[in-house]
């Protein structure tokens, strides 16, 4: 991979959308991609959805909706990188490129949703971009698709992670689930219903998610 040959372009046609729509289910093979035809009634109606390439292939894909007319703000519905192509950095390019393009179109922030027992994805959300969870939600996409939200301002400093003194409790998470998933599922399972109460309970009291530590998982303070 050469850095002159990764480009990101925004996709207009047919052909371009259904070649996203393939990158995207090889790359969420639980079956949460989205359909050609969606990629292509969220392009033609002004939205984000742009393919990531080396050269001339197509090795990644997101696609972003905007949010309520009074809000300001644009949702990342799906982003997703070839495997063979991960941990080039590649995932913060896109996300700079959307940040870029949504200033254009006088967004004020971008909101997502992300699985919170995938560690790397806390640590890239909330400690390289300095996004701040703004809830949490059970069963958003079914029984065991437990998300995070949140919200990524477009202006102003990088949040950091709290002073040691101000954190009320910390949750930790398993550092590498996908894995644990494939090798040993009733593990993961554990994790994930251990977490969604301990969430549930901290989140009852009143404490928010201020950051994020590889060591110690999530970290709880009053707001």
Known sequence: MHDEDIRIEELRTADE?????????????????????????LAASGNYVVGLYDGERMIGASAAFFGPPDTRSMHSHITGIHSDYRAHGLGRRLKQHQ???????????????????????????????????????????????????????????????????????????????????????????????KVRLRFDALFEQGLVVAGFRDEAGYLFVRP
Not at 17 to 41: I, M, P
Not at 164 to 169: A, F, G, K, Y
């Open 17 to 41: 959308t259904r070649r996203a729509a393939a990158v995207l289910d090889e790359v969420w093979t639980d079956g949460s991609g989205v359909s050609a035809e969606l990629l292509r009634a």
């Open 99 to 193: 940040r870029e393009w949504a200033i254009g179109h006088d967004v004020g922030h971008i909101t997502w949703t992300f699985d919170p027992l995938i560690a790397r994805n806390a640590h890239f959300n909330l400690l390289v971009l300095g996004a701040r969870v703004v809830g949490h939600e059970p069963h958003h996409y079914g029984a065991d698709a437990d998300r995070l939200t949140v919200s990524w301002a477009l202006s102003g400093g990088r949040r950091t992670n709290p002073p040691e003194q101000d954190i009320i409790e910390t949750v930790p998470v398993p550092r590498d689930i996908e894995a644990m998933r494939q090798d040993d599922p009733a593990a993961a399972q554990a994790w994930r219903e």
